[in-house]
């Protein structure tokens, strides 16, 4: 089945810039998705088809693809923005079924 | 302002059946392709099954197939998941999530969820 691959977790200080990657066989076909997970709540989408923003989504969140692999930048990282990030894809069979990454830790302090 | 509220979650010992609701509000219900991902406790988020917006197209997890089965009522703005020969890793927080689209490809909204627990 098909996997996407992200770091466990990723640890800034507050202003510096963070970045998680995700990785995927498939990535150089499909687009990646990212959505972010505060303790306790529903994910929020902050970035889709690679590296376009959602409304509402601050600035400082940026995606990018190349090749196998999918990176989510948040420059300028805020305490709040310390949360479980997740990559998302579809597989490369055509049969529209998703995959997330498995999630990675964000610590900002 | 989309809403998506899931209710139907509870105990159920293992074997059984649930089914979950999904009460969309806020945008045109057909229009638009729903998901449903859980997460097990202390876990990451494992996508489960979505449909089109017609609900002519369905496609599952390898995890549910056979046992799962989403389907959606657009008269009513409600979609569903009916689990059947649940099991105890089935136990989880389950989302309902809006899709960006009519066609399933990612979700751009989702519901609070509801828990689901296997466990006799």
């Known amino acids: 089945s098909y996997e996407l691959t992200q770091p466990p977790s990723v640890s800034v200080s507050p202003g510096q810039t963070a970045r998680i990657t995700c990785s995927g066989d498939?990535?150089?076909?499909?687009?990646a998705y990212w959505y972010q997970q505060k303790s306790g709540q529903a994910p929020v989408l902050v970035i889709y088809?690679?590296?376009k923003r959602p409304s509402g989504i601050p600035e400082r969140f940026s995606g990018s693809s190349s090749g196998t692999m999918a990176t989510l930048t948040i420059s300028g990282a805020q305490v709040e923005d310390e949360a479980d990030y997740y990559c998302?894809?579809?597989?490369?069979?055509?049969?529209?079924?998703?995959?997330f990454g498995g999630g990675t830790k964000l610590t900002v302090l | 302002e989309v809403q998506l509220v899931e209710s139907g979650g509870g105990l159920v010992q293992p074997g059984g059946s649930l089914r979950l609701s999904c009460a969309a509000s806020?945008?045109?219900?057909?229009?638009?392709?729903m998901s449903w991902v859980r997460q097990a406790p202390g876990k990451g988020l494992e996508w489960v099954s979505a449909?089109?917006?017609?609900?002519?197209?369905?496609y599952y997890a390898d995890s549910v197939k056979g046992r799962f089965t989403i389907s959606r009522d657009n008269s009513k703005n409600t979609l569903y998941l009916q689990m059947n020969s649940l099991r105890a890793e089935d136990t989880a927080v389950y989302y309902c999530?809006?899709?960006?689209?009519?066609?399933?490809?990612?979700?751009?909204?989702w519901g609070k969820g509801t828990t689901v627990t296997v466990s006799s």
């Open positions: 806020g945008f045109t219900f057909s229009s638009y392709a």
């Open positions: 998302y894809s579809t597989d490369s069979s055509g049969n529209h079924r998703g995959v």
């Open positions: 999530a809006k899709d960006d689209s009519y066609s399933h490809y990612y979700m751009d909204v």
């Open positions: 449909i089109s917006g017609s609900g002519g197209s369905t």
């Open positions: 498939a990535l150089p076909k499909k687009y």
């Open positions: 088809e690679d590296s």
